[in-house]
């Protein structure tokens, strides 16, 4: 029976081995500029996981094991692995092993929302991401969806009418029409995004929907989006979709200026 290698040396291999194939890969052309040690680091780190010798769930070697794998120092090595554990890539357990994450588009959105979330807010910058994103998930949905999640983004839609006067119950209800959008245009990456974006300045739009008719022109709205996605009519669908962008930043400005006075 073959003993296994060390853990220590077993990762070595994996690290020389990538850098041959980074290295083979990279022979033509003008030389780059010299990227610094934590970056080359942190690449190493993504090519690994790509080419599958890295996989979520995998629990990284000590921090002494991997300097000497890379043949680093420990300050840029520490600096790569935070800044991967930022990126969503790794995750740091109780007694200070890092561990591969499950890599899902949720979770490496994450810091991307965490930094919409916390800086200057800018109402225009984030209606223009939003719509980018949304309009382009509405027209993947008006062209790939199911027909039972056609039919349960109409249902969705349709059921607003019974929360005109209800702001709470309608938030709500938004929520799942607007991810029954998303799930139809089956395209998880960009469904993460679009979560992330619909997240930022809630608590403004909390407000808004208290507004007097809001409800009803968003209800509207979202039933002649889910009308053009059940006819399987992309043009339209978006269309509708950026009508109710519009709106939706409208009252979120309208919220917005009236509180500043």
Do not use: C, W
């Given at each position: ?41 942190a690449g190493r780190f993504l090519a690994l996981i790509k ?58 959105v994450a810091p991307f929302n965490v930094m919409l979330s ?57 929520v799942e029409f607007h991810q029954s959008l998303y799930d ?78």
């Open positions: 029976m073959t003993t296994p290698p060390p853990l220590a040396d077993a990762f070595s291999e994996l690290v020389a081995a990538e850098r041959k194939l980074v290295q083979k890969s990279d022979t033509t052309g003008p030389t780059p500029p010299r990227r610094p040690i934590s970056e080359q680091v080419s599958g010798n890295l996989r979520a769930g995998d629990r990284l070697p000590t921090e002494q094991q991997m300097t000497i794998a890379f043949g680093i120092s420990r300050p840029p090595l520490r600096e790569a692995l935070k800044a991967l554990t930022l990126m969503g890539v790794l995750e740091s357990r109780q007694g200070g092993r890092y561990t591969v994450t499950d890599l899902s588009p949720s979770r490496l916390v800086g200057d807010y800018d109402v225009h910058e984030h209606f223009e991401a939003r719509a980018i994103v949304e309009l382009e998930l509405i027209r993947l949905a008006a062209e790939r969806a199911e027909p039972e999640q056609r039919q349960r983004i109409l249902q969705h839609a349709v059921d607003g009418r019974a929360f005109h006067d209800d702001p709470v119950a309608f938030r709500l209800l938004d139809a245009a089956a395209n998880r990456l960009l469904s993460a995004l679009a979560q992330g974006l619909y997240d930022v300045a809630l608590d403004v739009r909390r407000v808004a929907s208290n507004l007097p008719g809001i409800i009803a022109t968003s209800v509207g709205q979202h039933i002649e989006i889910a009308e053009a996605i059940a006819a399987a009519d992309p043009a339209a669908a978006v269309a509708a979709g950026r009508r109710h962008l519009e709106h939706v930043r409208d009252t979120t400005i309208l919220v917005m200026t009236a509180a500043s006075r």
